[in-house]
């Protein structure tokens, strides 16, 4: 395969596309197809021969490097789009429905027209959704996204000090649990694990597993165990290297766990 990456919008996400006989350069805009229909993107990495290796997943085509037409029609879309947001808006108000608009794009065919919106409640858009089918012609997709959605949506910069995940490279929002920040020994303070978007943050999975498997074997602070036959109680561990610090018998002492503990 001959993958390279493409983004549809400016520091948006990078998916992946086979170029299968085509030479593309770096920045060359190109026209792809999607599960959404064609669209227009911009190429910005190539992968190597090691890297398409990884890939075990059905990649979609880049049909052709796009053409000043193309072009033309990827700004109409553009224009178009934002022309339709504002329609949105404006027939939701009319309607009295509750729905904070984030953005819209019509698919570079035109076949599509998807509007992604925020809500605290579950909203009956069809009418609305009429408003716009006899105005544009084409099929409407309103989506209620979520708190992470947004925040993808959005972008921002996380506690990090970096871009988002989820509005840079994360193609996919897996779900995130209070006992993966628990399993990492953090403190269960909001301020602390919440992203940006008000939820637990994302990175929260990515050491998840390798936690899960030094934690194997490890005790828990306040837990009474016995170092040199005296017991005492944990004070503090340390998961990735698998010691722990032991108060007993007026001092700590420090316990190493072996590797090979790990079953």
């Known amino acids: 395969m001959n993958i390279y990456g493409v983004i549809f919008r400016d520091k948006g996400k990078i998916y992946y596309f086979n170029a299968q006989k085509l030479k593309i350069s770096l920045n060359v805009t190109v026209i792809v197809e999607t599960e959404k229909g064609l ?27 796009s053409t000043k037409k193309d072009y033309e029609q990827y700004l109409t879309n553009l224009k178009d789009s934002k022309r339709a947001l504002d329609h949105a808006r404006k027939f939701a108000k009319e309607l009295k429905l509750n729905m904070n608009f984030l953005d819209s794009e019509f698919t570079f065919d035109r076949k599509q027209l998807i509007l992604n919106f ?13 408003k716009l089918a006899s105005i544009y012609r084409t099929r409407i997709e309103l989506r209620q996204v979520g708190a992470r959605d947004k925040a993808s949506s959005i972008g921002g910069l996380g506690s990090c000090g970096k ?10 929002l897996d779900s995130v649990s209070m006992n993966m920040a628990k399993n990492q020994n953090l403190a269960l303070n909001p301020s602390k694990i919440n992203g940006s978007c008000g939820r637990l943050m994302c990175c929260l999975a990515y050491e998840d597993e390798e936690y899960s498997r030094c934690n194997k ?3 828990v602070v306040g837990q009474k165990v016995t170092v040199d036959k005296m017991e005492g109680v944990v004070a503090s561990i340390d998961i990735l290297n698998r010691r722990y610090k032991v108060f007993v018998n007026g001092e700590y002492k420090e316990v190493i766990l072996d590797e090979k503990n790990i079953k």
Not at 40 to 65: D, T
Not at 163 to 172: A, E, M
């Open 39 to 65: 669209q227009f993107g911009k190429v910005i990495s190539k992968l190597s021969k090691e890297e398409v290796k990884e890939f075990k997943e059905n990649i979609k085509p880049i049909l052709r490097i």
């Open 118 to 130: 925020f809500a605290d409640e579950r909203v009956d858009f069809r009418e609305l959704a009429k």
């Open 163 to 172: 871009i988002l995940c989820c509005s840079s490279f994360l193609n996919r």
């Open 217 to 219: 074997g490890m005790p």
